[in-house]
């Protein structure tokens, strides 16, 4: 689902899925798991192919409209980074991203390295975020405090020489 409309290859589902010698036999663990996700996808509604493959790649079915909170996190914080619009049409999506935004990424699967390499790119766009918002506001001589949830916090903790505490506030002067 993260994938959007990328078609995967068996290879990639494999990698991603099971790391080095983790299982014997991937490509059976594969066609097993495809199976039982689609006849458990099926359960919604028997009419419709949720997963499609297409010359032996794994793909969504483009014809089922889907969502994901990380596609409406990356697309807000897009929005909110966009050079040139003003600042009264970034401010809303930035304040959306950080909303949507929750911490890492699947923490059940924190150890595989696909899951640690898009979990580093979302928190990574959601620091830039909060930074961009706070000079925005900053800019515009908003008397406002931007305030950021305990996930961040931790980080800016780790970062600044500020004591935060898990619901932190940060002023506008003299952080950035």
């Not at 909170?69 to 930035?94: M, S």
Request: glycine share 6%.
């Amino acid at each position: 689902m993260l994938r959007g409309d990328k078609k995967l290859t068996n290879e990639q589902l494999m990698d991603g899925l099971w790391e080095s010698d983790e299982i014997e036999n991937p490509a059976g663990a594969l066609k097993n798991a495809a199976y039982s996700l689609r006849k458990f996808l099926q359960k919604a509604d028997k009419e419709k192919r949720f997963i499609i493959t297409e010359s032996g790649r794994y793909i969504w079915n483009p014809e089922i409209s889907v969502t994901t909170d990380v596609w409406e996190f990356e697309q807000e914080a897009r929005l909110a980074d966009q050079p040139g619009t003003p600042a009264e049409e970034r401010i809303p999506h930035a304040r959306r991203a950080l909303k949507l935004y929750t911490g890492d990424l699947l923490p059940s699967l924190s150890m595989q390295q696909w899951v640690i390499q898009y979990s580093s790119y979302l928190r990574q766009t959601y620091l830039r975020t909060v930074k961009n918002l706070a000079a925005t506001l900053c800019e515009r001589g908003a008397q406002t405090i931007l305030t950021i949830g305990a996930y961040s916090s931790a980080i800016w903790r780790s970062r600044c020489t500020r004591n935060f505490t898990a619901t932190s506030s940060i002023p506008c002067a003299g952080w950035i």
